[in-house]
């Protein structure tokens, strides 16, 4: 034969055949190797080895119980080269497998399986699956949370309705946060427990709240996040009302808040009814709307700031006191406020500050007595990120910053703006330092004439996080922060009319 | 409006044991809580054509 | 639907319920009449004469001489292509046959009976290792060691099984698992369990010594020498399991070397077909995949009853055929089959694995629904005739089998 042939023998050494094939492979992939074989000296297998042309019909150096290496290569170095590393190969210890503990169920069926107490499925696929794997997870007697969006109304109606025949909760399509048994899911953060139940159609608007109660020394019993649209007339607050019914029946809960924008007016009057019946004490956040016909158990708030100061029995924050740099040593009269939001909820309340004190306002979401953004002379624009026109195939801006980021940079540039204002949301799945971020964005963008830059952040000091570091990092760039977001959007009109 | 047949809701009984479907930074999250949470490595049914899921759900899967 | 459901679970306690004995050895024609002149039972759905590979067309020459049909092999080949012989899949008659899985009129079948229902299944002995005609041998020691099963070793095993009353196989399938077999790849601990068990029975019903020993010889020296043995098992447990209306679940599986067939016991006989895929794994010394014979064989009856791939769990030696090899693995893909399957087998259990069940019941929704095929752990023949196994490593069952199935068993119960 042409090449070289290296054969070896390890006296006593036992692996077993498929051990013996891996190795094999290995070293007939060496360069310039062209066949390799490690087998047990076996008469049989010798044959093989020898009909293979591996070893010479001569061969007899090796019994049963012997490991024979077997190489055919190119050339002489090859060969000798081969016959080496194979030798190297059976010394080296067996990797253990880094796979224990990797797998994972395909189904929510065989998860369930898995975790046989399970109780509750967070469902943050696709909107066109949502629903299906929603519908499976109750029948599995699961509470279920949907994160996605883009689920048809009639199909959320159709699982809620299905929900309350089971006793079971659907919290969502599109919910983005709730903390039930002090538990935070999804978008949430870390507060105390307490007397103060939560039941929102708001994502942030129950971050904001829930954090303000905690950092004014109060908790949150539980947090229960309904989705965007269970307040409409298509789903009937379905799991508002069983919501409220769930917390009715916990004693740890004293005082219900109830966030959402203004409900369909039916509905509206579903949810007073049923809180009518209730016997503990109701606060009806709905921003924007003006008030209601309420019963003796229950308060109007129309901002999260003062329905966070409800749950203290109205009496004012007291609020870590935020050092706030001097409200701005030029005014920026005449020019306006753009706000940057990725918080749909905080853009809505920062629009009502602005219209209760008589400002002209525009939005991508505007709130009643806004306007849409595009109309000549709407004053001050107020954008919400977390809109789709903005999340199309794009991360929401909580995740990940770049779009609303981006938009800080312009207005920066912009010499009709005079105030930028910010939400700032931590927590859970928010992005590690988003204080951060802005610090190197703005970093020495900002000259004399730059707009005044007003933030509020949304957080606690047990978020991960860490809200007291995120303030300092903003503060460090020159950022003005604000107690809330209520008080940063009053604090921005301050600047623009040279006056508080 | 909720009727007779409807079983009372109560909240989950502690401990929150949770199936998470989608974004894996939430059972990363829950983990890092220590609260119990399975991942599921989910894939659209029939591989994402419509035709065969739709026959699928009509099957009673 | 509640009508599957109550069907699926109908066909699972049918699986569960089966008592499988290996009762006899008879002549094939004993144990199915129907086989004649010229009629030669192959593995995997039906096919014609142009369309099979190598091994098989090899196999067929070959039995057609060791049945005197044809007096050589050219002959037997024209005879072939003339469309003499009478092709059909051993499933039709109540078989089944490793790779090439030719069964005729004079051989020696294993019978399996199904005590819980009464039915019989077949299958020949495993000729052993090499060159043997499963793979596609057809030359003179090959009809030869055909002879020496028919005149001797299956005649010594009749009379051994009728003395003992005959073997129950799913205890010794059960026992096999805590011994690391997994009945497909793997059966060297039944196939050892196997051998005791007739050890005493071959003695007592010999008169000669030297035949004696040529048969403890022949099963000893066989690893595989169970694999017949379980597939026959396979087939007695899962024709009990056909047509039970609105059943979902899978009856059979099994491969020609061309085409890859699956029934299900909701739409009857039917057939689904796909091209069969090529396995993924080892290759002995002196061979690559370019040598490999597209995946053929009814051993897939094995899995089919939640063994074999199934129950990869049981024996973490054979996970190393594929991929990054690690023995941990092997329990995953036993997880993997429990998404597809409907329940498990509380009397087939895997120690390492907490004692859990194999999974059973394959259900072609839940195949088309996750995008998991069967796996099945297969050895890998030559495509040349003869030359014998090559590899080994695990295959797929095509997705398109289960998609076909679906669409039909949705028109037949009136669902578009």
């Known amino acids: 034969m042409t090449g070289a042939r290296a054969t070896g023998v390890r006296r006593g050494f036992y692996l077993d055949s498929v051990a013996l094939m891996r190795l094999s492979r290995s070293v007939s992939g060496i360069t310039g190797v062209i066949e390799a074989a490690l087998m047990m000296g076996t008469p049989s297998n010798i044959r093989v080895m020898t009909d293979a042309g591996l070893l010479d019909e001569t061969f007899s150096e090796a019994n049963g119980g012997d490991l024979v290496i077997a190489i055919t290569a190119n050339d002489r170095q090859a060969a000798d080269y081969a016959l080496h590393q194979a030798n190297l190969l059976l010394d080296k210890p067996i990797e253990t497998g880094a796979t224990l503990g990797t797998w994972r169920p395909r189904t929510i069926e065989s998860a369930h399986r898995a975790l046989p107490g399970a109780n509750l499925a967070l469902v943050s696929v696709a909107g066109d699956y949502a629903a299906a794997e929603a519908r499976k997870a109750l029948r599995l007697g699961l509470h279920v949370m949907i994160f996605s969006d883009n689920v048809a109304v009639e199909e959320e109606a159709d699982l809620k309705r299905q929900a309350r025949g089971l006793g079971l909760l659907v919290m969502g399509p599109d919910c983005g946060t709730s903390i039930i048994n002090g538990t935070p899911l999804a978008f949430a953060n870390n507060v105390p427990r307490g007397r103060t139940g939560l039941i929102g159609a708001s994502g942030t608007g129950i971050q904001e709240v829930a954090c303000l109660i905690a950092r004014g020394g109060g908790g949150i019993s539980q947090a229960i996040g309904v989705g965007g649209r269970d307040l409409s007339a298509a789903v009937g607050a379905i799991t508002t009302l069983m919501a409220l019914d769930a917390l009715d029946r916990d004693t740890d809960t004293e005082h219900v808040i109830i966030i959402s924008k203004p409900p369909a007016p039916d509905v509206a009057t579903l949810v007073i009814e049923r809180v009518a019946a209730s016997p503990k004490n109701f606060t009806l956040c709905f921003i924007g709307a003006d008030g209601f016909e309420l019963p003796a158990n229950a308060t109007f708030a129309n901002t999260l700031k003062a329905a966070a100061e409800s749950a203290f029995d109205g009496r004012r924050l007291d609020l870590d006191t935020d050092p706030m740099t001097p409200v701005l040593s030029r005014p920026m009269v005449d020019r306006h406020i753009q706000g940057l939001f990725s918080g749909g909820t905080l853009c809505a309340e920062a629009q009502v500050v602005l219209l209760a004190a008589g400002e002209a306002v525009a939005s991508n979401v505007p709130v009643a007595g806004a306007s849409a953004v595009g109309v000549y002379g709407s004053g001050h624009t107020l954008l919400d990120f977390g809109n789709d026109e903005y999340t199309r195939g794009r991360p929401h801006p909580m995740i990940d910053p770049e779009v609303r980021n981006r938009a800080v940079v312009a207005a920066i540039d912009d010499p009709s703006t005079g105030v930028i204002l910010l939400d700032v949301v931590l927590g859970y799945g928010a992005s590690e330092n988003p204080a951060g971020h802005l610090h190197n964005l703005i970093g020495l963008r900002r000259k004399a004439a730059s707009p005044a830059i007003i933030a509020s952040v949304t957080g606690t000091d047990d978020d991960p996080q860490h809200r007291s570091s995120q303030v300092e990092i903003l503060q460090s760039a020159n950022i003005t922060v604000a107690p809330s977001n209520a008080d940063a959007a009053a604090l921005a009109l301050c600047c623009i009319r040279g006056t508080c | 409006m909720s009727n007779d047949k409807d079983q009372d809701v109560h909240l989950p009984q502690p401990p929150l044991r949770v199936i998470n479907l989608g974004l894996e930074r939430f059972s990363d999250d829950l983990d890092a809580q220590r609260v119990e949470v399975v991942q599921v490595d989910w894939s659209p049914p029939a591989g994402g054509n419509p035709r065969l899921a739709a026959l699928l759900e009509k099957l009673g899967v | 639907m509640e009508q599957i459901s109550k069907a699926n679970q109908e066909a699972l306690q049918r699986m569960l319920r089966a008592d499988p004995v290996l009762v006899d050895v008879v002549p094939a024609a004993q144990a199915i009449p129907a086989l004649g002149k010229n009629m030669i039972l192959h593995a995997g759905p039906p096919i014609e004469w142009p369309r099979m590979c190598g091994p098989m067309q090899g196999a067929i020459c070959g039995i057609a001489v060791f049945e005197n049909w044809a007096p050589d092999l050219q002959t037997a080949e024209k005879m072939a292509a003339g469309g003499e012989f009478d092709f059909q899949p051993n499933h039709h008659f109540g078989a089944v046959g490793p790779m090439t899985g030719l069964t005729t009129l004079s051989q020696p079948v294993m019978v399996v009976e199904n005590r819980a229902f009464g039915n019989r299944a077949y299958c020949t002995i495993n000729e052993g290792l090499g060159k043997v005609m499963r793979f596609g041998g057809n030359d003179a020691e090959v009809l030869a060691r055909l002879g020496w099963l028919r005149s001797t070793l299956g005649p010594a095993m009749g009379r051994a099984l009728r003395e003992l009353g005959g073997i129950p196989l799913k205890a010794l399938a059960a026992r096999g698992l805590t011994m690391g077999d997994e009945m497909h790849q793997r059966n060297v601990g039944c196939s050892g369990l196997t051998l005791r068990a007739l050890a005493g029975a071959l003695a007592r019903t010999s008169d000669d010594r030297e035949a004696l020993a040529e048969a403890l010889d022949f099963i000893g020296g066989n690893d595989q020498f169970f694999l017949n043995i379980a597939m026959a098992m396979g087939k007695a447990i899962m024709d009990p399991v056909r047509d039970i209306e609105y059943a979902t679940v ?97 009397e087939w259990t895997i120690p390492g694995m907490d004692y859990r069940g194999v999974p059973s019941g394959i259900d072609i929704r839940l195949v088309v629904k996750t995008g998991i095929a069967p796996t099945i752990n297969t050895g890998i023949a030559h495509k040349e005739p003869g030359i014998g196994q090559v590899g080994a490593g695990v295959v797929r069952a095509p997705m398109a089998c289960f998609e076909s199935a679906l669409v039909a068993f949705a028109e037949r119960v009136g669902v578009a």
């Open chain 3, 250 to 346: 899978v009856t059979a599986m099994s491969r020609n070397g061309t085409d890859f067939g699956i029934r299900v016991s909701g739409t009857g006989d039917d057939w689904f077909v796909a091209p069969v895929e090529m396995p993924e794994g080892l290759y002995f010394p002196g061979f690559t995949a370019a040598d490999a014979n597209p995946d053929m064989g009814d051993s897939t009856i094995v899995e089919t009853i939640g063994l074999g791939g199934f129950a990869m769990g049981a024996s973490p030696a054979v996970a190393g055929f594929v991929g990054a090899g690690a023995a941990s693995t092997a329990a995953d893909f036993t997880r993997n089959m429990a998404e597809i399957t409907i329940g498990e087998n509380p």
